[in-house]
C-alpha cells in the first residue's frame, strides 16, 4: 500500500498507519535525513521483521524514535543537566541520543545496556509519532550495506514485505549525528556538524572529557576540524550549535 503524503497528511490513512504499527506492521517513511523503515519497539514480532526485510544483522543495534521528551525518560536514563541540556537544545532534529537504557525495555534491536533514542523534526515522522504514540524502531529504509535511500521510487524493492510506504516526495540527504551520554562515561560526539546559531547554542560547562569523533564546528569566520581518531578535548565553556 502506497500513500502520497508530499502535499498534506490525509487523516484517514493516518489512522490506517497508526493501526498498522500498533499490530506489527512495518511502514516506510520520511525522516528529516533519509526514507526511513519502522515498526513498533514493543513488538518482537515486528522487529524480527524488520531486520528480516533489511537483511540486517541481528546483533546491529536499531535506534528509536519518540515524539518527546518525556517519553526518553520513559525508556532511557537521563542522568545529569548536561545531558538534559543536550536534549532540550539539539532535539528534534538530526540527533541520535545514546543513553543507558531503562533494563525493562529494548530487547531484540539494542546492544548492551545502551539505546539510540531521537525526536524527529520531520513533519510526517514527528506526526506518525505523535498519533501512534508508542516508541518506533527506525532505521533506513534500505537493504542493509546498500545506499540509504532519499528517492521514493527507489522503494519499489519494499513493495511487497512492508505494509505501508509513505511517498514524501525527495528529500535532501543530511547525515545523521551521534551524541553517546552515558552515565559514568565521557561525552562522545560522531560524525556531526555544529554550526553557530543564536536559537541553538549550547553552552557546556564540563567537567567530564569530550570525545570528538569525525565533527566539524563552524562558525561566522572559522571552520575547524576535529578528530578523526576519537581525540579527546576537555570542554570548560565551548559553545557548540
Known amino acids: ?9 490525509d487523516k484517514d490513512e493516518m489512522k490506517n498507519v497508526s493501526y498498522t504499527l500498533l499490530n506489527d506492521g512495518v511502514v516506510v517513511f520520511p525522516t528529516e535525513t533519509v526514507y526511513g523503515m519502522g515498526a513498533s519497539a514493543l513488538s518482537s514480532s515486528a522487529i524480527s521483521r524488520v531486520y528480516d526485510i533489511k537483511k540486517r ?10 515524539s518527546d521528551i518525556k517519553k526518553i ?15 532540550e537544545n539539539f532535539m528534534p532534529g538530526e540527533i541520535t541520543i545514546i543513553l543507558d537504557k531503562k533494563n525493562d525495555f529494548g530487547s531484540g534491536f539494542t546492544k548492551e545496556d545502551t539505546i539510540g533514542v531521537r525526536i524527529p523534526d520531520s513533519k510526517i515522522a514527528l506526526d506518525i509519532l505523535k498519533d501512534v504514540k508508542i516508541p518506533l524502531i527506525v532505521t533506513s ?3 542493509s550495506d546498500h545506499p540509504s535511500v532519499t ?11 512492508v505494509d ?14 551521534s551524541i553517546e551520554l552515558r552515565h559514568g562515561n565521557d561525552l562522545k560526539i560522531m560524525n556531526a556538524t555544529f ?9 557546556v560547562s564540563a567537567t567530564k572529557n569530550v570525545v570528538i569523533d569525525n565533527v ?18 576537555h570542554l570548560d565553556s565551548a559553545s557548540m550549535a
Open 1 to 9: 500500500m502506497k500513500y502520497n503524503w508530499k502535499s498534506f497528511i
Open 57 to 66: 544483522p541481528k546483533g546491529k543495534a536499531i535506534k528509536i524514535m519518540v
Open 73 to 87: 525518560e520513559k525508556y532511557a536514563f537521563i542522568r545529569s543537566n548536561l545531558e538534559r541540556k543536550i536534549i
Open 141 to 143: 529504509a534500505n537493504i
Open 151 to 161: 528517492n521514493p521510487s527507489d522503494l519499489d524493492v519494499f513493495d511487497k514485505s
Open 164 to 177: 505501508i510506504i509513505i511517498d514524501g516526495g525527495i528529500w535532501d540527504y543530511n547525515k545523521s549525528k
Open 195 to 203: 554550526v553557530n546559531s543564536s536559537t541553538h547554542t549550547l553552552n
Open 216 to 233: 566539524v564546528i563552524k562558525d561566522q569566520q572559522t571552520t575547524k576540524k576535529l578528530g578523526s581518531n576519537n581525540e579527546v578535548i
